[in-house]
């Protein structure tokens, strides 16, 4: 029947249990779209059941009126519409295997665009949980463990159900003794199958965990394959550790094989039986003439008609449990909400100033604070660093504004409007981030750079990069503008990446621009470069840096020390070194050299 499967897992433990009842409503309910396709295999599988359900008993004719009675005309004739059945058997099932098909295809499209989509709408709350692992087995592997099943395997249930009944009334016509005798030994295959569902099901959760801890572990280990190779105890490690999850994924694939792997020899062997009994007590009857050989033989092909149903909806319910659980994950993700919404009266609003206000700003990340009651304010046009010990909440106050995060409880203002009235397009297009580590795209640097505009012609992205007076690192590429980088950047320096970062914000053209760490990983040539372009890039708007190097700070009107979430000292650079305070403090460790002596020399 072709039903794989595909298995991944969840890194966070067992996936919450969801009622079959529920998630197989669910699923059929995604065929709705297609209600022509599902119809045109309907009636196709009704086609193809009539002949299955007329070959026996041409076979029947075939033998009773022609072989025995040795008619050669009669032998002639049903063989050729036996011949005629097969072929249309043949053709009617390449069709229901072509629109099965088709139809399958089309909902792991759906499928994949749906769980896309709404990834897409989750929130950098959400994504910051959950492992990028377990979204790409998601969207790869759980969707495609459940897609055939849906199409033909639903398709199937109802045309073996429908096989079956029809193969139960024919034979009931043909001899009732016989049938019951067939029909009898049901109840044990029913009781084993049950049985084994539940251990199917059991098994292939398992499967699920441990793949999923072992892409994981994967990802990992390719993400950070510099850093182990430079560190043989780490790549030690790294192999114990996939060794171990790759053992214990092969382990739990095993039990889970061997559960379902006893599913079809079981049925056989009690098919097999009753087999034994169809010849023995209907070779008895043919004895006794109660019924012909070609009955006999025709009661063979419905037997056959009659227990492969039973098989197949058995090995596709036990089937169905894998599928199971893969549904359960996509179905729970796809009713995950975002914790930031845009709310229905969200507008476009533009931001003609830039003024920029926290006001009484409580947030904490799962119970864990970070502000408590936090004040800040940026003026129009005002550029304002914030400095402070890691952990201090820098980067959270920057994404408070962009509402990547929304507070607990109080206010975030830009010209005076909550940043919950402005549609998330309007905010974020008026607001450019510059990161510490810049996300690059496999397509080439122009491309990259057009990112922040992607109405932008090429000639104002290059007048961009002039303007920010970085044609140098642009030229030393390959190809230049057409270099195209490699997936995350790999073949491009620090500089480089940074050099796409800065000239795709100001191909923004922002309102309000954010530098998160923008230069802390740069060399001092380049550092002092991208200072330059900084200085261009900031000119007649508002930005907040943010930053431990204070190399960058000295850019900045105003300069505020947060710690623990609490603005400890503000002032200009020259200010704070006098308070000796904090930053004082801060400037001694990173310049080794006392706040006094620097501000004599200012």
């Known amino acids: 029947m072709g039903w794989h499967f595909h298995r991944a897992a969840e890194a966070e433990g067992k996936p919450k249990e969801v009622a079959s009842k529920t998630l197989i409503i669910w699923l059929l309910n995604l065929l709705s779209p297609m209600k022509r396709g599902v119809i045109l295999l309907i009636v196709v599988s009704l086609l193809s059941l009539v002949t299955s359900v007329i070959s026996p008993f041409l076979s029947k004719l075939l033998i009773d009126e022609g072989i025995m009675r040795g008619d050669f005309d009669a032998i002639l004739r049903y063989a050729l519409v036996l011949i005629l059945v097969a072929i249309g058997g043949w053709l009617l099932g390449f069709l229901r295997g072509f629109v099965s098909g088709k139809i399958n295809q089309r909902l792991l499209y759906d499928m994949r665009s749906s769980v896309f989509n709404h990834l897409e709408k989750m929130d950098v709350a959400y994504m910051n949980v959950e492992r990028s692992g377990k979204m790409i087995s998601l969207i790869i592997n759980d969707i495609s463990a459940i897609g055939e099943v849906t199409t033909s395997g639903a398709i199937e249930v109802l045309i073996n159900s429908l096989t079956l009944v029809s193969s139960i009334y024919v034979m009931l016509n043909m001899h009732v003794g016989?049938?019951?005798?067939?029909?009898?030994?049901?109840?044990?295959?029913?009781?084993?199958?049950?049985?084994?569902?539940?251990?199917?099901?059991?098994?292939?959760?398992?499967?699920?965990?441990?793949?999923?801890?072992?892409?994981?572990?994967?990802?990992?280990?390719?993400?950070?394959?510099?850093?182990?190779?430079?560190?043989?105890?780490?790549?030690?490690?790294?192999?114990?550790?996939?060794?171990?999850?790759?053992?214990?994924?092969?382990?739990?694939?095993?039990k889970a094989r061997i559960a379902f792997a006893m599913i079809q020899p079981s049925l056989d062997t009690i098919r097999a039986i009753s087999y034994l009994i169809l010849i023995i007590y209907g070779g008895s009857l043919v004895a006794s003439n109660e019924i012909s050989i070609g009955a006999l033989i025709a009661f063979f092909g419905y037997a056959e008609m009659f227990y492969r149903p039973i098989i197949t909806i058995t090995t596709f319910y036990n089937t169905l449990q894998a599928a199971l659980a893969?549904?359960?994950?996509?179905?729970?993700?796809?009713?995950?909400?975002?914790?930031?919404?845009?709310?229905?009266?969200?507008?476009?609003?533009?931001?003609?100033?830039?003024?920029?206000?926290?006001?009484?700003?409580?947030?904490?990340?799962?119970?864990?604070?970070?502000?408590?009651?936090?004040?800040?304010?940026?003026?129009?046009?005002?550029?304002?660093?914030?400095?402070?010990?890691?952990?201090?909440?820098?980067?959270?106050?920057?994404?408070?504004?962009?509402r990547l995060y929304d507070p607990k409880s109080g206010e975030v203002l830009i010209d005076g409007y909550n940043v919950k009235e402005f549609a998330f397009k309007s905010l974020r297009k008026q607001i450019a981030l510059v990161p510490q580590e810049p996300v690059l795209f496999n397509e080439t640097v122009l491309e990259n750079i057009r990112l922040g505009n992607p109405e932008a012609s090429d000639e104002e992205v290059k007048k961009v990069v002039s303007e920010l007076g970085l044609e140098e690192l642009i030229n030393r590429l390959p190809q230049k503008y057409d270099t195209v980088i490699s997936i995350g950047g790999g073949n491009l320096s620090v500089g480089q990446r940074q050099l796409i970062s800065f000239a795709r914000a100001m191909l923004k053209n922002p309102k309000i621009l954010i530098l998160d760490e923008a230069t802390s990983s740069l060399d001092p040539y380049t550092e002092s470069l991208l200072q330059k372009a900084m200085v261009r890039l900031m000119k007649g708007r508002t930005c907040i840096i943010v930053a431990h190097r204070l190399s960058t700070v000295k850019l900045a009107d105003r300069i505020v020390f947060l710690e623990n979430g609490r603005i400890v000292e503000e002032g200009t650079h020259e200010e704070l070194l006098a308070k000796k305070g904090a930053y004082a403090k801060l400037y001694e460790i990173q310049f080794g050299t006392a706040p006094e002596i620097v501000s004599k020399k200012s």
């Open 178 to 254: 016989l049938s019951l005798a067939i029909i009898s030994i049901v109840p044990l295959m029913l009781a084993i199958s049950s049985y084994l569902a539940k251990k199917t099901r059991q098994a292939y959760r398992l499967t699920r965990e441990k793949l999923s801890e072992l892409t994981s572990s994967v990802e990992q280990i390719v993400s950070g394959s510099r850093v182990s190779q430079s560190f043989i105890e780490r790549r030690s490690i790294d192999f114990e550790s996939f060794d171990r999850l790759s053992s214990e994924t092969m382990k739990a694939n095993i």
């Open 326 to 402: 893969a549904a359960e994950r996509v179905y729970l993700f796809l009713r995950e909400e975002p914790k930031v919404k845009e709310l229905s009266e969200a507008k476009w609003i533009e931001i003609k100033h830039g003024r920029i206000e926290l006001r009484n700003v409580y947030f904490d990340y799962d119970g864990n604070p970070v502000f408590q009651g936090l004040n800040f304010k940026v003026e129009p046009g005002e550029i304002v660093a914030i400095v402070g010990p890691t952990g201090a909440g820098k980067t959270t106050l920057t994404n408070l504004i962009m």
